[in-house]
């Protein structure tokens, strides 16, 4: 019998901590109300979503207790549990929810226990595969956090641990406390502010998760994208994605959307190869 190879895996693969996983995956927070605030429009396309990531080889999914809060990482239950063999659940703590659109940060022991054993109770787990830190807490002294995560790797309440919207410094303060198996800043074909910590990830083979892959707000960066996509009859959002595969080995892309249709275009942008004219126009991280 041949095997189908899935959307999915043509993006290649990538290794975080001991888990491989394909190299496009799928970020969970729109799989709640306006603000990422609150129950979804219609539920019932949000758990089609889920399942479809199964089909069309997503093995990696990114939330976060805040979604929600709390709705995304049910949602994920609901839809996946039990859980195949080989799917990666990355969830996140360390910010508050006070309404839609707020995000206060939180880093205090105290949150973050409670946040982690929430996750651990949504999500049906023993043990969560990949748990990341939001945010550093300018108010809590960082060992107290990064404390708190070595001793629940330690408990086996987590295998590996990454971090949020972090610069080089801290990343190298957590490493005295745990191993950094990736990061998840903000990164796109336009904003491009932390290419000096996406050189740190492939220099130390961290795994880097861009969170809003497509920037609206940069026009210039908006009209290479367009002139790209209609080069390949492709959407803007699949040549922001192929993009992002194409600028690092270490780069996880995470394709958020509460739609099939959407989840089924975007997945599509692992198929896509840019050429030497499209990177003229959309060159690549230096």
């Not at 996946?80 to 910010?95: F, H, M, N, S």
């Not at 600028?247 to 959407?262: D, F, R």
Request: aromatic share 8%; with cysteine; hydrophobic share 40%.
């Amino acid at each position: 019998m041949q095997v189908t190879e899935t959307p999915a895996s043509q993006a290649g693969t990538i290794t975080i901590g001991d888990l491989t996983v394909n190299r496009m995956a799928y970020g969970a927070m729109r799989l709640t109300g306006d603000g990422i605030w609150g129950p979804p429009k219609d539920h019932d396309e949000c758990i089609r979503v889920l399942k479809r990531t199964l089909d069309l080889g997503i093995n990696f999914i990114d939330t976060a207790d805040s979604y929600g809060p709390h709705v995304a990482e049910e949602l994920i239950a609901e839809a996946l549990y039990p859980y195949p063999e080989g799917l990666v659940i990355a969830t996140k703590g360390g910010l508050l929810r006070t309404g839609p659109n707020q995000w206060p940060v939180d880093g205090s022991r105290k949150h973050l226990e409670e946040a982690l054993n929430g996750s651990l109770k949504r999500l049906k787990l023993d043990q969560i595969d990949l748990y990341q830190l939001h945010r550093f807490d300018s108010k809590v002294p960082s060992e107290e956090f990064l404390g708190f995560l070595q001793e629940a790797q330690q408990q086996g309440k987590i295998k590996h641990i990454g971090l949020s919207e972090v610069s080089i410094k801290q990343i190298e303060e957590a490493k005295q406390y745990f191993e950094v198996v990736s990061v998840q800043n903000m990164y796109n074909f336009g904003e491009q502010r932390w290419n000096n910590v996406l050189s740190y990830c492939e220099q130390n083979n961290i795994a880097f998760i861009p969170w809003f892959p497509l920037n609206a707000g940069n026009i210039s960066a908006q009209k290479a994208i367009k002139k790209v996509a209609e080069r390949h009859n492709a959407s803007e959002y699949q040549i922001a994605l192929a993009w992002l595969l194409a600028a690092s080995p270490v780069m996880l892309p995470i394709a958020g959307t509460s739609s099939v249709k959407h989840l089924e275009e975007n997945v599509q942008a692992a198929t896509i190869r840019l050429t030497d004219e499209d990177l003229q126009d959309m060159p690549l991280p230096k």
